[in-house]
């Protein structure tokens, strides 16, 4: 019974999330927020609230990917928006085009929001910057994927309630890794400790300057941990030349139950998936009571929604 | 500057009535249905209805009745203007305990104006199931519909011209939650439309 004057919130100003640097403590936590909301609509007998309708959404999609585009087509659907997808192999980028004019030919088709997921650092930011409509860095290269990091922030908070404090263990390629660049940005702001273990091959020059304590071995990272993240080895991107073999990875920074042990009791491991069984993970771990993996799928789906939901109503003035 | 519609007792009053009306409503439906007695689940408003819904529901076990699964509805998501005006407004979750499906459902606001927000909040509660009936009570019915909506409990009818608000505020007059007292207030145009309108300090009137 108190007045709606309490429950107005500050502007939202943000159109367009290219990095997880466009967001501070407070914006990230206003997305969290609402994304408990509508993870709660995904549990409802009927999923789907009326609030974007008659909005649209392109997720135009350079690379493949299935998680990722699934979860922003029913983070949009679930809202009432009306959602198109463009791959990569069915645009015409294959026939010739450029990114410059595949995006005017979208622009024109007056999208409300775009996704977009390119194999080149930058080029969410590169259509931002040329597009009248708002822009969702879905993974640029090895540069971002912030809504990746607002999921595992969301399945965290679930879990532990609060991020500050926390020790947050990121191993794996780490070069190679829009996650993980992300995940320590955001995660950082929110006030965890991220601690990134890998390969020296597989360790970016400036690891540091992302805020995070860098291990060239996996224990130290892993001693200690509330929360476990294991990234992928891209397979396609390594091919022997910055790691000698699979097994010999797999034996010296592969996440097994003993090595679990190192980490606290109730700690709990994360994967952004796709997951390399036997790789980076043993089936044990992938499968075990402190995998929260499946969690961070449905957790994507309410994140993209908070997401769409904030960026499709932006600049629009509170209501009195 | 804000004027007073309702003190405390006057609201314990009316929500007293609306209590033992749901409860009545319920006994006949039974009766000429012939079906099992059961109490309707309480569905608030969020936030005008949380406080009062709670009220009523306690009311209603006083006066005889098992206890009423109480729920809340966020609406914001179905505004007719959501897209376009409510990003900056707090959505808070909605939750139903139990299944709607087949049950009566009462809705609980405080103030009813244009009707917009039970439209919403009607569609809100049907996607979580088919209810059989679904009611509508609120503290101060003020006029002013745009939408074909009535109320089938009201605690005041009162004629309040565009411009004014009416609105149920609540103060705290001690550290417990029963040490809340309930206002129903008029706030004129001229009126600060800030929480400086508050119920008077002294006895009213």
Known sequence: MEPMVDSQLPNWALRSLISANDLDATSARRILDTAETFFEVSRRPIRKVPALRGKTLLNVFFEASTRTRTSFELAGKRLSMDVVNLSGSSSSTTKGETLLDTIKTLEAMQPDLVVIRHAASGAAHYVAKRCRAGVINAGDGTHEHPTQALLDAFTIRRHKRDLAGLKVAICGDILHSRVARSNALLLGKLGARVHFAGPRTLMPLAADQLGAVVHDRIEPALEGADVVMMLRIQRERLSGVFLPTLREYSRTFGLNEKRLALAKRDAIVLHPGPMNRGVEISPEVADGPQSVILDQVEAGVAVRMAVLWLLAGGDSPAVG | ?205
Not at chain 2, 35 to 57: F, Y
Request: glycine letters at 8%; hydrophobic letters at 45%; a negative charge.
């Open chain 2, 1 to 205: 500057m804000s004027d007073v519609l309702l003190d405390p007792p006057a609201i314990a009053l009316c929500l007293r009535r609306i209590a033992t009306e749901i409860i009545e409503r319920g006994n006949v439906r039974a009766l000429v249905d012939g079906t099992a007695r059961q109490p309707p689940i309480l569905v608030a408003v969020r936030r005008g209805g949380e406080a009062l819904a709670k009220r009523i529901g306690a009311l209603a076990v006083e006066a005889g009745s098992p206890a009423l699964p109480f729920g809340v509805v966020d609406i914001t998501l179905y505004r007719d203007d959501a897209a376009t005006a409510l990003a900056n407004a707090r959505i808070g979750p909605s939750h139903i305990p139990i299944s709607v499906d087949g049950r009566r459902v009462v809705l609980v606001d405080d103030v009813l104006h244009t009707g917009r927000t039970i439209r919403a909040a009607v569609d809100a509660v049907l996607d979580y199931g088919r209810p059989s009936v679904i009611e509508l009570a609120v503290l101060v019915d003020r006029g002013g519909r745009e939408l074909p909506i009535q109320a089938d409990y009201v605690g005041r009818t009162v004629d309040v011209p565009r411009g004014s608000r009416v609105e149920v505020m609540v103060k705290r007059t001690g550290p417990r939650q029963e040490d809340e007292e309930p206002w129903a207030l008029i706030i004129p145009p001229a009126g600060e439309p800030n929480r400086e309108a508050a119920p008077p300090a002294e006895e009213p009137r």
